[in-house]
């Protein structure tokens, strides 16, 4: 039973130019949820995708966008790159269940932006 | 504001010895509660989850944590730590009406053999 997998693994870019992280949930799941973790930090929520649709945002700015495909999968994308977007992105899946909710992280893209 | 404190930022034990990690929430409302870990070169993975009815929860490989309402505290506890429990220790909240989850800045914990 595949995990929840993550594209690319590492990834350096200069400030200005965009970027697209995938993301593929655990197999069942149909909720996708991006973090970000910056060095020695938590992760903090970026936002969460179900049904294909944008269901809540944490405070990141528009230049952070997403999208959730028919099979679940999901995309973030990062414009106008900063050199404080350098962080670790995580992805984590998790089935669409209040009652016994938790969520499955992938190992994350780290993205450094020069 | 909505925050997660986590008070010991490293901690190094011996095997054997007995480990606290200390959790402290500011959250508005119902919570859940959780503790993640992530073992070197691998994920984030849920180790225990309170959602609601004893506040005495049991996680896996022998880690436990109690929810004190009175003090917005989930410790995490376990009576003897092994080498292998050497890792970086999450703890996270979430409201009941919302899908996002605030974690704490992570206490890093080195078991000595």
């Known amino acids: 039973d595949a995990g929840v997998t993550q594209s690319p693994t590492h990834l350096i870019k200069t400030r200005g130019q965009q970027v697209t992280l995938r993301c593929s949930p655990k197999?069942?799941?149909?909720?996708v949820s991006w973090y970000q973790q910056a060095l020695g930090q938590g992760p903090q929520f970026i936002f969460q995708y179900y049904e294909e649709e944008e269901r809540q945002r944490g405070n990141f700015p528009d230049r952070f966008s997403g999208h959730q495909f028919p099979n679940y999968s999901s995309e973030l994308n990062v414009n106008a790159l900063l050199l404080g977007d350098s962080a670790l992105y995580l992805c984590?899946?998790?089935?669409?269940?209040?009652?016994?909710?938790?969520?499955?992280f992938g190992s994350g893209t780290q993205l450094s932006v020069l | 504001a909505q925050s997660v404190s986590q008070h010991n930022h490293h901690v190094i034990l011996s095997e054997a010895a007995s480990l606290e990690l200390g959790c402290n929430y500011s959250?508005?409302?119902?919570?859940?509660l959780f503790w993640y870990v992530q073992y070197p070169g691998q994920h984030l993975q849920l180790l225990l989850k309170?959602?609601?009815?004893?506040?005495l929860v049991k996680g896996i490989k022998g880690f436990e944590a109690e929810f004190i309402k009175s003090k917005f505290s989930f410790n995490l506890r376990k009576p003897s730590v092994q080498w292998s429990d050497t890792a970086e220790y999450f703890c996270?909240?979430?409201?009941?009406?919302?899908?996002?989850?605030?974690f704490g800045t992570g206490t890093r914990l080195k078991v000595l053999a």
């Open positions: 959250y508005g409302g119902t919570v859940n």
């Open positions: 996270a909240v979430n409201g009941h009406r919302t899908y996002k989850y605030i």
């Open positions: 984590a899946s998790s089935l669409q269940d209040r009652d016994n909710e938790k969520l499955f």
């Open positions: 309170y959602f609601s009815g004893d506040p």
């Open positions: 197999s069942g799941h149909d909720t």
